[in-house]
C-alpha cells in the first residue's frame, strides 16, 4: 500500500520496524487518505507517536505496577484486548474480515484444547484461510 | 557512577535480555521486507496473509479473555465474558466507536469484580 515505482528497500526498512498491531489496523483506515508518495512519511510519523506513547507509558506502567491495586491491573489488563478487538472490528471492510475476526476469536479455545504451544497459529492459519475460502467464493460468485 | 551501575544492575544480562528480544523479532521483519518488495499488493497472497494476520489478533484477544494472565485471573470467567458482550453491543450501539465499547467493556468488568470479588 506504500510502494511507487521509486520506492527503494531502504525507504522501508524503519516502516518494518515500527509495524505492530495498532499501526497495522489504523493504517488499513488512514492510508486510502493519504497520497500514496506521501504514505511512508505518514508512516513514520504516526509509528514514532505511537511508539512515544507506548514508551511514556510503559515506563509510568513500570513505576506503578508494583503499587497497584489488583482490580485497577486487572482494568489495564483488560484494555489490551477490548482496544485490539474494537479497532479491528472498526476497520472490516469486506465479510471475509469479519469471518476471519469472529472465526478466529471462535476457533482459539478449540485450538487451546491441543495444548500445542502454538495454538494461536493454529486457529489463526485455519480462520484465516476459511475467511479467505469465503473471499474466493464470494469473488466468483 | 555507582548509581548507574546500581539502575543498570548486571550489564551482561541485560545484554543477553536485549539480543533475545531483538533477534526472534528482526528475522521476521527482516523477512517480511525481503519477501514482501516481490509481492504485488492486490495478489492473492496477501488477501490471505491479511486474513491469517487478523485471525491471529482474534486468536490473541481470545487468549487474554480465556486463559487471562496476571491480575486479569482474579476476575471470575463470567464478568470478562460479559465486559466482552457488554463491550460490544455498545460498539455497535454507538455506530462502531472503540472508544464507547473500551468503556462499556472496562465497567461491566469494574462492577463485576466489585460485586463478585
Known amino acids: ?141 | 557512577m555507582s548509581y548507574v551501575s546500581e539502575f543498570i544492575g548486571d550489564w551482561h544480562a541485560l545484554v543477553i535480555l536485549l539480543v533475545a528480544g531483538v533477534f526472534p523479532n528482526q528475522i521476521w521483519r527482516m523477512l517480511g521486507l525481503w519477501f514482501g518488495s516481490g509481492i504485488d499488493e492486490g495478489s492473492e497472497l496477501l488477501v490471505w496473509v491479511r486474513a491469517v494476520a487478523t485471525a491471529v489478533l482474534a486468536g490473541i484477544i481470545a487468549q487474554i479473555i480465556v486463559q487471562p494472565p496476571g491480575a486479569l485471573a482474579s476476575v471470575p470467567g463470567v464478568v470478562r465474558y460479559a465486559a466482552l458482550a457488554v463491550g460490544c453491543a455498545a460498539f455497535f450501539a454507538a455506530r462502531r466507536s472503540i472508544f464507547a465499547g473500551v468503556v462499556c467493556g472496562e465497567i461491566v468488568m469494574l462492577a463485576g469484580k466489585w460485586w463478585l470479588g
Request: net charge positive; hydrophobic share 50%; glycine share 8%.
Open chain 1, 1 to 141: 500500500m506504500m510502494r511507487t515505482p521509486e520506492t527503494k528497500r531502504r525507504h522501508l526498512i524503519l516502516v518494518a520496524h515500527l509495524t505492530a498491531v495498532t499501526l497495522w489496523v489504523e493504517c488499513f483506515r488512514f492510508l486510502p487518505q493519504v497520497p500514496r508518495d506521501r504514505r511512508i512519511a505518514f508512516i513514520h510519523g504516526l509509528g514514532c507517536g505511537l511508539i512515544s506513547v507506548s514508551l511514556i507509558s510503559t515506563t509510568i506502567g513500570y513505576s506503578l505496577a508494583a503499587n497497584l491495586s489488583q482490580t485497577f491491573g486487572a482494568a489495564i489488563l483488560m484494555l489490551t484486548p477490548l482496544a485490539f478487538l474494537f479497532s479491528t472490528a472498526r476497520n472490516c471492510r469486506d465479510i471475509s474480515d469479519v469471518v476471519a475476526l469472529v472465526l478466529g476469536l471462535v476457533l482459539f479455545p478449540v485450538a487451546a484444547l491441543l495444548n500445542s504451544g502454538v495454538d494461536i497459529l493454529v486457529s489463526g492459519v485455519t480462520a484465516g484461510t476459511i475467511a479467505y475460502g469465503v473471499h474466493r467464493w464470494r469473488a466468483r460468485s
